[in-house]
């Protein structure tokens, strides 16, 4: 059985040599797709088992996500007549508590296996000043950011089958691909979460610098989101990353011991889920001056 892993990246330079490295060692084959870098993130990724830039990608369509598309795609071509799973990473993503290979190994009788996405944010108590903003070196992003949050529920690994095509799975692809046989489906769990489901960490909460470079060199666009954050300076960034976290309820990650309490919070009666209605955990920084613990890896 094969697992590729897909890695679609657009200016992840600065997160690359970890996130890689980690991924590399964990599926078979990486197919990465690098979406307009502006960075050196090509180089980093080129040597890939394959790998496109958006500017060779001559059949690029106006579709949502044809980067994925392109992707599976391939995939369908290379390894169409083999047992196989795509294992969906990225360039600022690592496996928590399980591997793609024993996701998958896992996965007997599904098609299609959910878990769930934790941001990772630096704790309160070390705030960020200009001079100890380590961007572009996070080469201690782990260790730098070790507070998460509930993220978003997501596709983490699929069964390549010859009828999956982007145009028969409905946006957001390839949550679209999770129609059928769901390992920790949403629904099948009436939305509550478990600690056999697979995790990762997210580092898409970076630095200010990093939001600094990124927005204004057009990396990440400012939409809705975005609309009132001012980037003209490090100090108007920090002010708006400041107004932008406070509201998420945030844990200290120790290890994987950390996600027990988090299910328990999670599956609780009063634990709102939504994109827009997250609270800061009561307690949090109480904990904290009582000594944060040191981070240790999954």
């Not at 108590?125 to 950011?145: A, G, K, M």
């Not at 580092?203 to 989101?225: C, D, E, F, I």
Request: with cysteine; proline share 5%; net charge positive.
């Amino acid at each position: 059985m094969k697992i590729i892993g897909i890695m679609c990246v657009k200016d992840e330079a600065d997160l690359l040599p970890q996130v890689y490295q980690h991924v590399r060692g964990l599926v078979d084959h990486i197919y990465a797709y690098d979406d307009g870098s502006q960075d050196n993130t090509w180089d980093l990724i080129k040597n890939s088992d394959y790998a496109i830039r958006k500017v060779d990608d001559k059949n690029r369509q106006n579709i949502m996500r044809p980067h994925y598309h392109h992707l599976l795609q391939k995939i369908q071509k290379d390894f169409g007549k083999e047992e196989a799973w795509v294992v969906i990473t990225m360039g600022d993503r690592f496996f928590l508590n399980k591997k793609p290979r024993q996701i998958v190994e896992e996965a007997k009788g599904f098609d299609c296996v959910e878990g769930l996405q934790l941001d990772f944010v630096r704790h309160r108590l070390d705030p960020w000043t200009e001079e100890n903003d380590p961007y572009p070196d996070l080469s201690n992003i782990r260790q730098l950011c070790r507070w998460f949050r509930y993220d978003e529920r997501m596709v983490i690994a699929f069964r390549l089958q010859p009828h999956l095509t982007y145009d028969k799975s409905k946006y957001p692809w390839p949550r679209g691909l999770a129609n059928g046989k769901v390992q920790y489906g949403a629904a099948e769990m009436k939305d509550m979460i478990s600690l056999a489901m697979p995790y990762v960490e997210h580092q898409g909460r970076r630095t200010p610098k990093a939001v600094l470079a990124r927005l204004k060199s057009g990396a990440r666009s400012v939409g809705n989101k975005h609309a009132d954050l001012d980037v003209s300076n490090w100090a108007a960034v920090m002010k708006s990353m400041d107004n932008f976290y406070e509201p998420y309820k945030c844990l200290p990650w120790v290890n994987n011991s950390s996600l027990e309490q988090f299910v328990e919070m999670t599956n609780g009666a009063n634990w709102q889920i939504g994109p827009h209605r997250r609270y800061f955990f009561l307690g949090v920084e109480y904990m904290a001056k009582k000594g944060l613990p040191r981070r240790e890896d999954a």
